[in-house]
């Protein structure tokens, strides 16, 4: 009977032995000749890619993975891990989709996709921080069968000022990087960088990376293999970011507004680029194209698949480029749009001139939107709503908006099978209210919410001040909350001295740089708030950064409140107040004595 035991044990283990194998696959890298390959278990694996976007909503994984599998994208790529990383993963598996995890380092300074100034010379525990994410990353995640390599890092050397910092960088780099290579002789490493601003620091203080990570639109594609070759690098590379050219790479202007590829050259140039620009060339293991989401900003007519939900351009380009198949329902094509371009007030009616065509002949509803391009970021993404009369048979009007300058207007129509074709314009607008603005930030609707349920905040609570060691802040605690699934919890785990926790926008800046929001025409700010102690004073308000700064809050106010064990609301009456710039959208401030304790906020909002 042992002898039984023993034998059924050992079967079971070399069982489980073989499994825990199969399902950790293994990656590894191999040159024939002047090609190179990247193999899963042995066999060539040629990256169709695309960037993920849609890693909030978990609900629908299974959707999107089935999407991307008809699309015959078989990788995708994230930028950081977060909570719903271990979903996502088991989702790709599910599907046969791998992905490149990506660890997110911080920006030297503000630049393309991120609000950060942080310090590679001096900031010694922020670095240590970011080494102990990535190892913990590497540890949590190496044995996923999904997982296809590890992108470390997106554009740092191009959003970061001094050569002396990109060094410093660069070191850290390798320290992370080979500190990777003990942990999992599974994985290739790749690091990120916008078209070859990392290639000489690469090669010189980064030996550990196996992959170069290259973003790159437009036909600079081509050229990246070239570029290579000139540094004499004997390694390859991934376009690790593709698409139709950029704004920031575009010359041709109007009114100071950048001229917006059309659909068909959006098309094109992922369709044919990558047959082009991409697949033939012997280093190139192949692409991620930019981006596999949906939105309502600036950047999702440019380069996302799909925009408010409809399918675009992109997302067919990607199907003929991985598989070679026509599109099922074409986009409606628009073949003319054109406004007066002319300065005309606010308020005025303009005539529209449009040319639509459908290929399948479907019902067709338009929309008109616009959107200006200079102030704070989150202004020059927006793209709001005009209000329009007529229809195609007769001719289209819109109204212009209550701004002042250029302004960016976008014709879109959608079909019935769900396709959005999108052509833009510009004209000039003059209002006298608008142009006396000093600070250009959106403009908001009320009620405006800072905080309600921890999605899409509007500010960060990144301004940490006092004995900010000892705090924490959850934006989604669901421990205890007023109204729907979570809270905001602040934890002062110390027995003495004061802290302080603001939601900033931009978030980590403290006035240097344009933010905030104009929350004009609001009455009241009011929250809710309890404590896990009694009688916990604070004082509790918005409006934080001074006037010494080149950016400061427009108004400040505050309450002094005592927070009790239960839910109670607290209100701040806005009389005459200034919300044209509002940067600090929440702020509170307290002490302890002889406790810590933790204080609960729900449902910040302007009304």
Not at 156 to 169: G, H, I, P, Q, R
Not at 381 to 399: A, H, N
Not at 408 to 418: E, I, P, R
Not at 551 to 560: A, H, T, V, Y
Request: include cysteine.
């Amino acid at each position: 009977m042992a002898n039984r035991l023993t034998y059924f044990l050992s079967i079971l283990f070399l069982f489980y032995s073989v499994e825990m194998v199969h399902l950790q696959a293994q990656v590894t890298l191999e040159k024939q000749g002047e090609e190179w390959k990247i193999l899963v278990d042995g066999k060539p694996f040629e990256i169709k890619g695309a960037t993920f976007g849609y890693d909030r909503y978990t609900e629908n994984y299974d959707t999107y993975f089935k999407e991307l599998h008809y699309l015959g994208v078989n990788t995708i790529r994230t930028w950081a891990t977060g909570e719903n990383t271990q979903l996502l993963l088991d989702a790709a598996d599910k599907h046969g989709i791998k992905i490149m995890m990506g660890i997110w380092m911080r920006h030297g300074r503000p630049g393309m996709e991120d609000d950060d100034s942080f310090n590679y010379l001096n900031d010694e525990e922020g670095k240590q921080d970011m080494y102990e994410n990535a190892i913990n990353t590497v540890k949590q995640f190496k044995d996923h069968p999904a997982v296809l390599t590890w992108g470390i890092g997106n554009e740092v050397y191009l959003n970061t000022a001094t050569d002396e910092e990109k060094e410093a960088y660069s070191k850290f780099l390798e320290k992370v990087c080979s500190e990777i290579k003990t942990i999992d002789k599974n994985h290739p490493i790749t690091s990120v960088e916008a078209w070859t601003f990392g290639l000489d620091w690469w090669e010189k203080h980064v030996p550990s990376l196996d992959i170069y990570g290259l973003n790159s639109y437009g036909a600079g594609a081509g050229f990246l293999a070239e570029e290579l070759k000139k540094r004499n690098i004997d390694k390859p590379y991934i376009i690790t970011e593709f698409g139709v050219t950029g704004e920031w790479d575009i010359k041709e202007e109007t009114n100071g507004i950048k001229k917006e590829p059309t659909d068909k050259q959006k098309y094109e140039a992922i369709a044919e680029g990558y047959k082009n620009w991409i697949s033939n060339k012997s280093a190139c293991l192949g692409v991620y194209v930019f981006h596999y989401a949906s939105g309502d900003k600036f950047i999702a007519p440019w380069l996302f698949t799909h925009f408010k939900g409809k399918k675009r351009p992109q997302y067919w380009a990607i199907r003929e480029a991985y598989t070679g198949n026509k599109p099922e329902n074409k986009v409606p094509e628009i073949n003319a749009f054109s406004i007066p371009d002319e300065k005309k007030n606010s308020g005025t009616w303009i005539p529209v001139k449009l040319d639509v065509s459908d290929p399948e002949n479907e019902e067709l509803h338009f929309e008109f939107y616009y959107n200006q391009r200079t102030g704070s970021r989150k202004r020059r993404d927006q793209m709001l709503p005009l209000t329009f009369r007529g229809d195609y048979s007769k001719g289209f009007e819109i109204q212009l908006p209550k701004v002042d300058g250029a302004i960016k207007v976008y014709a879109v129509v959608n079909d019935s099978y769900g396709n959005a074709g999108i052509a833009s314009g510009t004209t000039l607008v003059s209002d006298e209210e608008a142009s006396k603005r000093k600070f250009l930030v959106p403009k908001v609707s009320l009620p405006f919410y800072v905080y309600q349920d921890g999605n899409d905040l509007p500010y960060a609570p990144s301004g940490y001040m006092g004995n900010y060691k000892k705090l924490s802040v959850d934006a989604k605690s669901t421990e205890d909350v007023h109204s729907g699934k979570t809270s905001i919890k602040i934890t002062y785990d110390a027995i003495e001295g004061w802290y302080g926790v603001a939601f900033m926008d931009p978030a980590n800046d403290w006035g240097d740089i344009l933010g905030g929001y104009d929350i004009t025409g609001a009455k009241t700010f009011s929250f809710w708030a309890k404590s896990s102690e009694s009688n916990v004073e604070a004082t509790v308000g918005f409006g934080l950064i001074d006037k010494d700064k080149p950016f400061p809050d427009s108004s400040k106010e505050s309450l002094k409140i005592v927070i009790g064990k239960k839910w109670k609301k607290y209100t701040i009456k806005l009389k005459k107040t200034d919300l044209s710039c509002i940067r600090t959208g929440f702020a509170l401030f307290s002490s302890t004595d002889g406790f810590a304790h933790d204080i609960y906020i729900d449902d910040i909002v302007f009304e």
